[in-house]
């Protein structure tokens, strides 16, 4: 019996692969995707616990399903992701209503468990650490990519290094590498089946240590015929090591773009967050990078009104995002998560102080990335080319090295082909220009 499937994913670009694998698992067991919520046999969510609006987001939404079960009950809803890793069977407790939750290490497991689920059996919870290789091992089909010319892979999962405000090694566990010699098998199947941008994933990327470093597997990648981008996200400044920062200067394929989270300018919020670097060491480590690579793109994750953030501590975040100019930020306030160590701590900025320093900062890089934009008018970029644009059907759009996106005049046969694109116009958040 066909089933249709649909898959909502919240949350960060992990959980937007981890997606495509679940269609490709089900796709294999008889399930077909669907766009519609009405006509889906088993709906998943795909949840993240890390961002608190993802969070809200996917209990939001998880509330607005129990009509659906009500009119279909063989309807079979699942949550996946962090908050199933977090919550459990607790879920239950709220929400009766849910018939599978599987965590983040259990995702290969989705087909089976769905199958095997019978009508009118009790939930089924699986949460269990055990070992996550198999599900960082699953080669999404083509067909569900985002786009065939971008491919993203796993290379780790989970993080050891324990930021107090951070759920992340609760919910995804001690790191995890796979090993080299799958990545490079799964990069040389990708580049074989058309992929001209490597993307690689993990909590701590530049941690990475699968039988080879992380600047050696990036070397080894540079070398596989066929790719012509190399990315990866996050990484730890605290990770990023000389022979990394080298590979910047050295690998022709390696984007010149790195998003290094600093979180707070302040040595003292530095040091409540356990980070393990200062403003100064964070600082050097950007003026290493442009050395290494002169034109080299940054953005970051930055937090205000974590517990103790003073007026000059946050004055101190500022200065630092004056001092870099990255081209974005993602920007969070500070909200507690149950069980980390900062939850511990008195939270003594106001949420009325806190919105109003996240509004203050996100003005100033705004005013940033519209200045680092300016200065690319009349430079010539590499674009490689994403898709059409919605709005403008002569348009297309794609990202340069430096990621950022570009909007020029061309048609559908552009998609996935690398264009040489002169800059016109600088747009808050993107490029506007003319193919050369
Ligand atoms: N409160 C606010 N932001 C957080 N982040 C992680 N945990 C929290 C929290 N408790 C932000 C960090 C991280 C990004 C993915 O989410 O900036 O880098
Ligand atoms: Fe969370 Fe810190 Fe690990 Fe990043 S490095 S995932 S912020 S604990």
Redesign the pocket.
């Known amino acids: 019996m066909k089933r249709y499937v649909k898959i909502f994913t919240y949350g960060c670009q992990m959980n937007d692969l981890d997606s495509q694998k679940m269609y490709s698992l089900l796709a294999g067991h008889g399930c077909e995707a669907t766009d519609s919520t009405k006509k889906a046999d088993v709906i998943i969510l795909n949840t993240c616990s890390?961002r608190q609006k993802a969070y809200e987001k996917a209990l939001s939404n998880l509330g607005r399903l129990l009509p659906y079960k009500k009119r279909k009950p063989s309807l079979i809803i699942a949550i996946t992701g962090c908050v199933a890793q977090q919550a459990g069977s607790h879920i239950l407790e709220r929400m009766p209503y849910v018939d599978i939750v599987i965590g983040t290490h259990q995702l290969h497991r989705i087909a089976e468990i769905i199958n095997e689920k019978a009508p009118g059996s009790g939930p089924v919870v699986e949460t269990s650490f055990s070992d996550c290789i198999p599900s960082l091992d699953i080669i999404p089909e083509s067909r569900f990519r985002e786009s065939g010319h971008r491919s993203y892979l796993n290379i780790m999962q989970g993080?050891?290094?324990?930021?107090s405000?951070?759920?992340?090694?609760y919910v995804?566990g001690r790191e995890i590498s796979r090993d080299y010699r799958s990545i490079l098998q799964e990069v040389r199947q990708h580049a074989a089946t058309g992929a001209k941008e490597i993307f690689l994933l993990g909590?701590?990327v530049n941690s990475y240590n699968g039988g080879r470093t992380f600047p050696q597997l990036l070397q080894a990648i540079d070398d596989i015929d066929g790719i012509e981008r190399i990315r990866f996200t996050?990484s730890?400044p605290k990770d990023m090591s000389d022979d990394l920062i080298a590979c910047f200067q050295t690998l022709d394929k390696l984007c010149n773009y790195i998003h290094l989270?600093f979180?707070s300018g302040s040595n003292t919020v530095l040091k409540a967050m356990n980070?393990n670097y200062t403003r100064e060491t964070y600082l050097s480590l950007i003026d290493r990078l442009r050395s290494s690579r002169p034109d080299m793109a940054f953005s970051a994750?930055v937090m205000v009104g974590f517990p103790g953030e003073t007026e000059q501590a946050y004055q101190d975040t500022l200065d630092l995002i004056e001092r870099v100019r990255f081209d974005g930020l993602f920007s969070f306030k500070y909200s507690e998560r149950p069980g980390t160590q900062a939850a511990t701590l008195v939270d003594d900025v106001s949420l009325e102080e806190k919105l109003a320093r996240l509004r203050n900062l996100q003005e100033i890089q705004k005013q940033i990335t519209i200045e680092n934009n300016r200065a690319r008018i009349g430079e010539i970029f590499e674009v490689l080319v994403d898709g059409t644009s919605s709005r403008h059907e002569e348009q297309v759009y794609g990202r340069t090295r430096q990621n950022s996106i570009v909007n020029f005049t061309g048609d559908h046969s552009l998609v996935g082909t690398t264009v040489r694109v002169a800059i016109t116009r600088a747009n808050p958040n993107s490029l506007t220009g003319e193919a050369v």
């Open positions: 890390v993080c050891d290094n324990y930021c405000y951070c759920i992340v090694p995804r909590q701590n996050t730890h989270p979180q980070r994750d």
